[in-house]
Every structure is written in structure tokens, then in C-alpha cells.
């Protein structure tokens, strides 16, 4: 790390984080098709249906739209747009590679409610991927419009795991950005 990046004082950080994430959007083409998944398939529940128009600068004119959130336990939700205007869809729907796939959003979900997606997925024949990090378990699916989301349970241990991790979070990074390319993720099954 360079010199003037090791002894510069730390930003302050907000006296209050934030106190939950309100929602994350993503446009679909077809939002009865999304919502037959979101809500038939995987059990999460429409709470809202927003229909509006707004002036879209980029594309010079009014868009009508239709903005869907699907409410998690706290409140917050998976919210889709569905643009009436073919050009605000192409413009703002999000292209996904073949390849890859750390782009996603995921949840936190008791073991309960993991089982029970798993066995709706079965049950639906939909095709999803499990993986074993260590400190939790993740399952993996994606919605008819590609959007990645991944259902997630803590490991048993998950206190213990944690605290280590924060004790050394900026060391961590500090030794990966120095070139250290080590895992420390002793946790993970092999």
C-alpha cells in the first residue's frame, strides 16, 4: 500500500448507519411472470403496486411505468420495474454475462424458511445451486428476467465467525490489496 494511503486519517463514519435496506430495484420485461415467481414460486408476498409516469431526461419524453415490491421481514423489499416504453426497458433493464456470477442479491433466511425454498423449487422444477461458504450455507436461483438472488443461513457458529472477521477487516484488505492472495476462509468444507 502506498505510503500516503497507509498513514492518511480515516474518513468519520455516519453516527447512525443505515438502518435497514429499503429496497432494491431491477426492471423485468413481463411483471406477471415475475410476480408469479417472486410470490407463487418462492412464497415472498406483493405488499405494493406503484403505477406512474415520469419525465425520463435521457430519453426526452414521459415513461409509464409499474414499480412492484415484494416485502422481507423487516420491511424492506425486492421491488421490479416494468416500463410501458420498450426504449426505458432496453435502457434500463441489466445485462447479465453468461459467465460469472458475483453480481446478485441476497438474503438471510432462518433454516426453515432455506428448506422450504429449496423444496418450492423442487417442487416447481426450477433449477437453483447450493454452496457450503463456512460461515453459511447459500442457494442460488435466478428470476425469468436472469436476476441472481441468493437465500442464505448462518452457520451455527456465525457470533464467533463474525467477530473474528470484524477484528480484522481492514488488515485483511490491506493484505489482499498488498498483492496476498491467501484464503482465510478456514471455515469453507473442501
Known sequence: MPQD????????????????LHHHAFAVKDQEANRAFIEDILGIPLTATWCERAFNAVLGREVDY???????????????????????????????GDKGGSWHVAFKVSQATFDELESRLRAADIQYRRTDHGYCVSMYVKTPDGLPLEFTVDAPDIA?????RRADAHSELARWLAGDHRTNNDQRPH
Open 160 to 164: 464467533a465467525i463474525a467477530a473474528m
Open 66 to 96: 409499474c414499480h412492484t415490491f415484494f416485502e422481507m421481514a423487516d420491511g424492506g423489499a425486492l421491488a421490479f420495474f416494468q416500463f410501458a416504453d420498450p426504449d426505458a426497458y432496453a435502457m434500463n433493464r441489466a445485462h447479465f
Open 5 to 20: 494511503q497507509a498513514t492518511a486519517p480515516r474518513p468519520s463514519l455516519l453516527a447512525e448507519p443505515p438502518l435497514r
